[in-house]
Each structure stands twice: as C-alpha cells, then as structure tokens.
C-alpha cells in the first residue's frame, strides 16, 4: 500500500479473517474481508444479527486480534506492535464510544472530558478542548457529575471524551442503543458536526437504519464478508438492502 494512499485512510483491514474457537465447534466471524475507512469520514457498519460487525469493528480498532489479515491504523500494522505499544496507539490516536457512556461517576465533565489525557500524563491542546466543548454543547455542564446529566448529556460526554487526543479515528459501538429516539438524533447529529467541522473520522457499527443514513456511507456485511457499500444512504434505502441481506439464501 503506498503512503499517499495510507495517508487518506485513518483506519482498514486487508484479507482479514477472525475464527474463534476450534475443530467442529469454530466460528468464522470474519471470511477475508478487505476495507478502508476515508479520513475525514463518518462511515456506519451494518448487517444482520452475526454478520461480524462488531468484530470488525473490535479487530479494526485494536481491540482484538485477527486471526489471519491485517489491520491498519493510518500507515500503522497493528500486527507489528507489542502489547505496549498497541495500547499508546489506542491511547493517542483511536478513540471510543461504546453503548455504555463509560463515565467516571466522581469526576466532573470536564474531568471526564480530558481523563484519556490525563492518564496520559498530556496536557492536550487546550484550544481543542475549548472547542469540542462548543461542539457538544456542554459549557454550562463542566462541573456537573454524570448521575446529574441526562442519556444524551452523559453521551455527548463521551464523544467529547473520544475525540479529546485529536484520533486519527473514533469508533462508535452502538452509541444511541440505551437512549431514546430524540436523544440519540442528537448524538448522531452530533456525531457528523464533529467530522465536519474537525475533519476527524468515525466508524459507526449500529444496527439502526435511521442512524446509519446519519453517515456519509454505510458499509455492509454478512456471513462475515463485506457485500456492499452505499455513499449518501437514507433510512429507506438502507432498510430495503437490510431486508435482502436477512433473506435466506
């Protein structure tokens, strides 16, 4: 792969293939599946229910390991790097939003906001907070605790949280499955501003069309292969190609 190609990418997996288990009783999550996420792009995962979306999207962050393939983080082969370094490349330039806000009850917004750098021992760049602060709509918050913010606010924590360290990537796992409809618009909605006005990436696995047709594109698998990809998706259009794919064959 040449670097000007790499340098457009802030995440892929090439060939990537994860069995778990062995013998009769193996499971193919993944079946060699190759792809990139743009730079600068907000790109959803769907399929049915153990078509492999969360495992890639765990093997593509360095969560887990493949069992066979690659997987890049911008020029970086993740394969290539110890337990050490693969955790300060989480660290520094991925960063997560899981379905459970993850907060630290005891700490403040902005505690909480700035906790990865912190831990880090970085100072970050305090303009780039400021900012993210602005973004997500939490300056009149800071100094509240999470048992004191709705869903939406403790998420929108979180995002502000991931996007702290300036990641070349962020990967969202499901980040409006425990809040309502109106609040998880506004996570979504949330969600692309970041990438727009920060030009950082995300990769979103969700098994909701409405919030997928928030992405630039949704990228689809099943039976643990990629099958289709879909630039400026809607909800209806993603839902009619859910549909097929959970035909049976």
């Not at 520094?92 to 005891?106: E, H, M, S």
Request: aromatic share 4%; net charge negative; hydrophobic share 40%.
């Amino acid at each position: 792969m040449t670097t000007v190609t790499a340098a457009r990418t802030a995440a892929r997996v090439v060939d990537a293939v994860k069995v778990y288990g062995a013998g009769d009783t193996a499971v193919r999550a993944l079946d060699g599946v190759s792809v990139d996420f743009p730079a600068g792009r907000f790109t959803a995962i769907m399929g049915p229910s153990g078509s492999g979306k969360s495992t890639l999207m765990h093997c593509a962050a360095g969560l887990d390991t493949l069992t066979s393939g690659s997987a890049w983080i911008g020029g970086t082969d993740l394969s290539t790097l110890d337990d050490r370094r693969l955790t300060a490349l989480r660290r520094d330039r991925v960063g997560f939003v899981f379905q459970a806000f993850n907060l630290v009850p005891t700490l403040t917004v902005a505690e909480n906001i700035t906790l990865p750098l912190d831990l880090a021992g970085s100072p970050g760049d305090p303009e780039w907070i400021d900012a993210l602060v602005d973004v997500v709509g939490l300056r009149d918050r800071l100094h509240h605790r999470p048992a004191q913010l709705s869903g939406g606010q403790q998420q929108r924590v979180a995002v502000a949280r991931a996007f702290a360290s300036h990641p070349d990537v962020v990967f969202a796992d499901e980040p409006t499955g425990n809040l309502d409809s109106r609040s998880g618009e506004e996570v979504l909605g949330l969600l692309g501003r970041t990438v727009r006005h920060t030009g950082r990436t995300v990769v979103m696995v969700t098994h909701d069309p409405v919030a997928a047709a928030h992405a630039d594109e949704v990228v689809f698998l099943a039976d643990g292969r990629l099958v289709d990809r879909m630039e400026n998706p809607t909800p209806d259009r993603i839902l009619d190609r859910m549909k097929a794919l959970e035909v049976p064959s």
